[in-house]
């Protein structure tokens, strides 16, 4: 399969590691929001959220949790954005699942999402729609 994240798993393309066991892969992205910047990836090939089982998923978000917590401590920052973008309308380029752990800073510029406000009976609408 042509993907670059195969591909890194595989080593065949160079990353900066920083985790790695039988069913998850870590590194560094390679265009950070900030420095340390980091991917965590399923070594198995899905390409998001909807295809990953709960259970593998749960496996993967414990080692996101540990590299959070790892980032946190050794660069010293005081925080961090957890992110997943699902299909390309949602700004997925990589079409193999990741998780981004993005290190924040106090200044550091980055901005998140606007937002804005519902009209009259647009909630309901919409809640109906999505509860499970
Ligand atoms: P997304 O937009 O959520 O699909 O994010 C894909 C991420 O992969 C981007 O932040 C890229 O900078 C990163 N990326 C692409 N190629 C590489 C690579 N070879 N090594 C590390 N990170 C990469
Ligand atoms: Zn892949």
């Known amino acids: 399969m042509d993907c670059i994240f195969c591909k890194i798993i595989a080593g065949e393309i160079p990353s900066y590691k920083v985790y790695e066991d039988d069913n998850v892969f870590a590194f560094?992205?390679?265009?950070?929001?900030n420095v340390g910047h980091?991917?965590?990836?399923p070594k198995k090939h899905y390409e998001n959220m909807e295809?990953?089982?709960e259970e593998?998923?749960?496996n993967l978000a414990r080692v996101v949790k540990r590299i959070g917590k790892s980032i946190k401590e050794g660069l010293g920052v005081k925080g961090y954005n957890i992110n997943i973008n699902n299909k390309e309308?949602?700004?997925q380029i990589v079409p193999h699942l990741h998780f981004h752990i993005i290190p924040r800073e106090e200044g550091d510029g980055l901005?998140?999402?606007s937002q804005g406000k519902?009209?009259?009976g647009e909630a309901e609408?919409?809640?109906n729609k999505i509860k499970i």
Do not use: F, H, R
């Open 28 to 33: 560094l992205d390679i265009a950070p929001v």
């Open 89 to 91: 309308v949602a700004g």
């Open 111 to 113: 901005k998140l999402w």
């Open 118 to 120: 519902y009209n009259e």
């Open 38 to 41: 980091t991917l965590v990836i």
């Open 51 to 53: 295809d990953i089982s």
């Open 125 to 127: 609408k919409a809640v």
């Open 56 to 58: 593998e998923l749960c």
